[in-house]
Each structure stands twice: as structure tokens, then as C-alpha cells.
């Protein structure tokens, strides 16, 4: 790790119109610029309503939402509609923390396989799902089907990237096609789907493939009654906007951001993935030479992997894309000066001060800090305007206004 920052003075903005930097991050880079809040809260709740009640709160504060799907007692579809309802009105994106950290024999050890095993392996890939990917694109949470970027440990090796990415994907493609549904009672009517058309009618059809079959010619005497549901979903790929306004000036009013809110519009049809590469808890066993292997086995696919959940920023080069997710930030009660090296959970606690300005943090990651506040959307606000300050002092204020020259 260095302790010299200097490189990370370049303002968020800047970042964002580097070459390199995959169009999620870029839209992500804006959205923080935008907003003026590098604040991701996690909500470590129980419930769905609980979710969704700590989005409504504390939305117009973050950046990020962190979620834990598989803590929510009665997660379901409704609530993944109602939260993505609540991040496309708020302007939010969602991070689901999966931390991904198995994968299945094949993925692990490719050499284990004969060469005739491997190759039909590799010509069937896109029908193999691994055990990562299952966990990914399928079963009750489906995160790449709903979540912005997740997470993943290395500890399985690089292909981890690899996997995750190809099923990302093919997720991706396939919610560019239609869900219809139909309950017939009477005379049947034919029955189609998306897999009806192939991807070249698909594209023919703006990537809306919702199919209308006829209507029968009912017979004398029979009844025909039809509920028919026809869903579907357009997305656009967006990976080459870029954004040239300055907006994180003091004076700055809150119709220009509304504004640029809407002039930026919704994610592009992406997801990222954020590699485990540091943790904030006491007697972690991550070692130095895991943190260096993610930094090297982010490197590709380039577009993929945007950040790094770590205590400090893992690259500090000029032109450094990646992004810096720093959990274990807390503020002390107004009126208090102090923070516990523990909070008593084995978590170190740090202000945003320190994370941002001391550790080259990008994005810090607030729990119970704003989850057993009394007011939670105070206290996200205060949280923001902290962790926006320590940014500021960051990079000086004269470079975030001079970041369009």
C-alpha cells in the first residue's frame, strides 16, 4: 500500500473521461460528481419493507445502495421491482455484497481434464453453468439479472473473474428478451416465446422480442377466455458518454443537479464487479500477497472488475481507474470527537476523514452508523457532507472547478 495520494487529487470527473474507464464506472464517476455524495450505505436489514423504507430514506444522499439479499427474510421479484423502482427515482446504483468465493472443479482446475473432456467443455461453454455462475444468474436471487455490481473473493484464482463475467453476460442478453404469459381456457391458441426468434430477429426487432400470436377463430359453441401478460424489457448500451460539466462548485443550485440528473438518465446496460481485497475486520488472514494478486488479476476482462472493496487504494497511478469501496467508516454522536480503534464488533472504526483523505477511499461504506441513527436520513446526510468534504480537501476545490480545462 502507499501512503502518497497524490495522484488520487484528480477529481472524480476527470476520472471519468479517461479511455479506460469501463462504462460503469464512468457512469458511476458522474453520478458521485453529480450528487456531490460518495456514500454507500448498507443496508443490513431483515425485512423487504425495511429495504425499501432505508432506500426511500436515504436515496437522495448515496451514490450506491449495498444490499444483502440473502438476509432479507421475504425477499422476492415485488421487491427487486419496488428497490429498482426506488435507485432509478433516487438515482442510485445497487451493490449486491454476494462476495463469491467457490467455484466447481472444472473452473478450478481446467488440467485435471483430458484434452478431448476440455475441448468439448470449451465448444459448450455457453450451455455449462458452473456453480458461481448459478449462483449468480439463477435461483431465488438472480443478482445479475437485478444488481449494479456485486462482489467477489480471489481466494478461487483469477477465473473467478472469467466465470462470473461470461455469465454476467449471457444474463444481460437474455433480459433483452420478452416474458409471455398466457392462461387459456377453451379453444387453445399457439403457443410462442422469446426463444421463437434467434438473436438476428431479435436485433430486427429493436431487441424487443414480445410476441402476439393471433387470435383462433372460435368454434360455434365454445367459449374461449384469455389472460395474457406480455413483458417486456429494451435496454441500451451506453459506453461512450461522456460528461463535460463542471457541477461540484460551491454555488452550485439544486435545479442545475436535477438537471444533470436527468441529462445523465439511467446506468448503461452493464455490471461491475468489486474484488474482496482488503477487510476492515480485526485478525482478518488476508494477506499482502492476496491484496497484490487482486490488483493484478483485475486487469482483465478490463471492464469488469471496476474496484476493490480494501482499506486503502490498491492504484494510485495518473491515470487510476479503479475505485476504492472502504467499509468500516464511522462518525461519533455530534458533540463527540473521539472513534474506537473497535467498535465492539471487531470492526476498526475510522472517520471518513481518514478513509478519504489518509487512505485514497473513493467510496466509503456506511452500516450501522446510519442503520441505528434515529433519523437515518439525517444521518446519511451527515455522513455525506463529511465523507464530500474529506473528497474535497482530497483532490483542493480549485481542481474539482478547473476539471474541464
Not at 442510485?92 to 468465493?101: A, N, Q, S, V
Not at 440528473?261 to 461491475?272: Q, Y
Not at 455530534?334 to 467498535?343: K, L, M, R, V, Y
Not at 434515529?374 to 455525506?384: L, T
Amino acid at each position: 500500500m502507499t501512503s502518497d495520494h497524490r495522484p488520487l487529487a484528480v477529481p472524480y470527473s476527470a476520472r471519468a473521461n479517461f479511455p479506460s474507464t469501463p462504462p460503469l464506472a464512468r457512469y458511476l464517476l458522474h453520478l458521485i460528481s453529480i450528487k456531490r455524495s460518495n456514500l454507500c450505505v448498507s443496508a443490513d436489514v431483515q425485512t423487504s419493507s425495511a429495504l425499501l423504507q432505508l432506500a426511500e430514506e436515504v436515496g437522495d444522499s448515496i451514490c450506491v445502495l449495498q444490499t444483502h439479499a440473502d438476509g432479507i427474510d421475504d425477499f422476492s421479484e415485488s421487491t427487486i421491482r419496488a428497490l429498482s423502482e426506488i435507485a432509478s427515482r433516487k438515482m442510485f446504483l445497487i451493490f449486491e455484497d454476494r462476495r463469491f468465493g467457490d467455484m466447481d472443479g472444472m473452473w478450478r482446475d481446467p488440467a485435471c481434464l483430458d484434452r478431448a473432456r476440455w475441448l468439448i467443455y470449451r465448444l459448450s461453454r455457453f450451455y455449462f453453468v458452473g456453480t458461481v455462475q448459478s449462483q449468480h444468474t439463477r435461483g431465488p436471487l438472480s443478482v445479475a439479472t437485478w444488481a449494479h455490481l456485486t462482489s467477489a473473493y480471489l481466494f478461487p484464482g483469477p477465473s473467478i473473474i472469467s466465470a462470473l463475467y461470461s455469465a454476467t453476460a449471457t444474463a444481460l442478453t437474455s433480459l433483452n428478451r420478452s416474458v409471455f404469459t398466457e392462461i387459456t381456457t377453451g379453444t387453445p391458441r399457439p403457443s410462442f416465446d422469446a426463444s421463437f426468434f434467434d438473436d438476428e430477429a431479435a436485433d430486427d426487432l429493436g431487441h424487443s422480442c414480445s410476441v402476439n400470436p393471433p387470435l383462433p377463430s372460435p368454434s360455434s359453441g365454445t367459449s374461449v377466455v384469455t389472460t395474457t401478460t406480455t413483458i417486456t424489457q429494451i435496454f441500451e448500451t451506453r459506453p461512450g458518454f461522456l460528461w463535460n460539466r463542471s457541477l461540484s462548485s460551491q454555488d452550485m443550485k439544486l435545479r442545475d443537479m436535477e438537471q444533470a440528473l436527468r441529462d445523465l438518465g439511467p446506468p448503461p446496460h452493464a455490471r461491475g464487479l468489486l474484488l474482496m481485497a482488503e477487510m476492515s475486520s480485526q485478525g482478518n488472514l488476508i494477506t499482502p500477497e492476496y491484496t497484490s494478486s487482486c490488483v493484478s488479476a483485475a486487469r482483465v476482462p478490463s471492464d469488469f472488475v471496476i474496484g476493490y472493496i480494501s482499506q486503502h487504494a490498491l492504484k494510485s497511478g495518473p491515470k487510476n481507474v479503479s475505485l476504492t469501496f472502504a467499509p468500516g467508516v464511522y462518525l461519533p454522536p455530534e458533540g463527540e470527537d473521539e472513534i474506537s480503534e473497535d467498535d465492539g464488533s471487531g470492526q476498526r472504526g475510522r472517520s471518513p476523514r481518514e478513509a478519504v483523505v489518509e487512505d485514497g477511499a473513493d467510496i466509503i461504506i456506511v452500516g450501522r452508523g446510519v442503520l441505528e441513527a434515529n433519523d437515518p436520513r439525517e444521518e446519511a446526510e451527515r455522513y455525506r457532507k463529511k465523507a464530500w468534504e474529506a473528497y474535497e480537501e482530497r483532490i483542493g476545490r480549485r481542481n474539482e472547478e478547473d476539471d474541464d480545462d
